[in-house]
């Protein structure tokens, strides 16, 4: 018996002892966080999956009749299609594909009649169950909560939740106090009528407290949960150990520290009018909040659009991370000039080297995406061992990477021709880049929303017949989240946060692609500032972006015929920047190189003619 499948017995034995039929394994947190600690792996655990969105289901049963049916699913995105495959036995589990194949309608096709399927309520969101039980009820199957996670029980080396110490996010980073920023969410209490608010995102929580944490990997928050009141002040909940002296002056004396497992007992004993984003909180609070006298207001969480819109101190900061992280990505560019990395696994190790050289990375802001050739057509690939690829042949390398700095996040893609381009990936890659400046240089009116300005990144793939199946943009935190909402730039109608407003301050990616199944990938990728941009000819107030990300484009995998003057002109003026930024910061060969690689363009173009 393989290790997958002495775990997956293990968990059909506990079922069966609790009296389940099934269990439902998402891959989240309490908090619905995207990252989350090693304590909270449990798909990865279970079915050997290292994606970083997923879930699974299993039935206490595998039918006897199985064939293709394994009593057990794995559901993940298109993101991660080959990927599952190679991760986990598909013995074991069936591979499902969502949204078109969600977890509940295999559980309605798969479950016997009268079955008791449990879920975890602290992993479980209301309006997951909502849906699934609506879908079940025909088949009589019922949604059951457990008092104790299955899978903890036969995890016997679970990692125990992190412990480490939280730190101050200082008003030299932050721009606003925590008390500040307690005073302004009082005042929207006050406005909804509510008396208190729970705040259960971990990023939330940073943000309001000005804390950081190490609680969870390329993320640096402080597992806590929050209740913050219409008078100012708040409750943390956390383990105590990690909130030393100074961080608890720093919190002041209207801010008390309660154990983290102190949530759900406060819960109950809360009165009045309270406030919850139904997004963020999972079942086990709605449970909770309904044994006590609270009454319910569900809202947004009133940090998300301050804490999206950035002061002018975060967003100084977020130019000066960028400032610094494009000259380790200049030296790592340069690098693959001189001397190519052994393999995909060597260049990201690599590249974090160089980041590390300013003594003020905390940590990555995610995976690096480190792809050659056919692994770059993957949007969301990992290189792994088994997986990683050498540099070899004439082919691209895509690395998408980023940086935690306390003054900001960073995350860039750059595209790198290894040999000699074919006339195909020159057209692509141009494409995208004309979809890429298109974006970039774009003005709108206030109250344009994300999803509205998406097709100025498509339209030169579309008008060939090509496209990409991901988003155009995602926010980005401030030494938070690499993705951070609610802002976002896609083509999906009714995809979270395309119907979002974009308001100055946000900060958001521009990432076209495109990708060739089995070849090669392309993305060209910075993150943009949205910025003010009124003119005297203007009869409504105006909009546009501010590129903040700083790194030359691979020109070798341009073809000039296919631009504009004005976007030739985009271009050189945005290497005149990148020049001007990163020069000081490189000497001897690097700087040489850096000289070449963001000489203008159209000079280039004449002199090859």
Known sequence: MTDSAAKLAALRATLKADGLDGFIVPLTDEHMSEYVGAYAQRLGWLTGFQGSAGSAAVLADRPTDAGPACGAAIFVDGRYTIQVRAQVDGDLYEYRSVPAEPLHLWLAENAAPGSRIGYDPWLTTRAFLRTAEAALAAKDIRLVPVA?????????????????????????????????????IAAELKKAGATAVLLSALDSIAWAFNIRG????????????????????????????????????????????????????????????????????????????????????????????????????????????????????????????????????????????????SNLLKDLSFDSISAVGPNAALPHYRSEPETKRAFAGETIYLIDSGGQYPDGTTDITRTVALGTPTAEMKDRYTRVLKGHIALAVARFPKGTRGGQLDILARQFLWSAGLDYAHGTGHGVGHFLGVHEGPQRIAAAVGAPGVEEVLLPGMVLSNEPGFYKAGDYGIRIENLVIVVEDSRPTDEQPMLAFETITLAPIDKRLIEPALLTPAETGWLDAYHERVRAALEPQLDGPARDWLLAATAPLLAEARAAA
């Open 148 to 184: 104790a996670n299955p899978v903890d029980k036969v995890w016997a080396d679970q990692p125990a939740p992190p412990m480490g110490a939280a730190e101050i996010h200082g008003a030299e980073f932050a721009g606003r106090s925590s008390a500040d920023k307690r005073a302004a």
């Open 214 to 357: 190490h609680d969870v990997a390329r993320t640096p928050v402080v597992r806590a949960f929050a209740i913050v009141r219409d008078d100012a002040t708040a409750t943390l909940f956390t383990a105590p150990s990690k909130i030393p002296g100074e961080v608890a002056a720093h919190l002041g004396p209207y801010v008390t520290i309660q154990p983290y497992k102190a949530f759900g007992p406060a819960l109950e004993a809360l009165e009045g009018a309270v406030m919850l984003d139904p997004a963020w909180s999972v079942a086990a609070i709605f449970e909770a909040l309904g044994r006590g006298k609270a009454r319910i207001i569900e809202a947004r969480d009133p940090t998300i659009l301050p804490k999206s819109a950035k002061n002018p101190v975060e967003l100084d900061g977020m130019r000066a991370a960028h400032v610094r992280d494009g000259g380790a990505i200049a030296k790592f560019l340069h690098s693959l000039e001189t001397a190519l990395p052994a393999d995909e696994i060597d260049a990201s190790d690599r590249l974090e080297a160089f980041r590390r050289e």
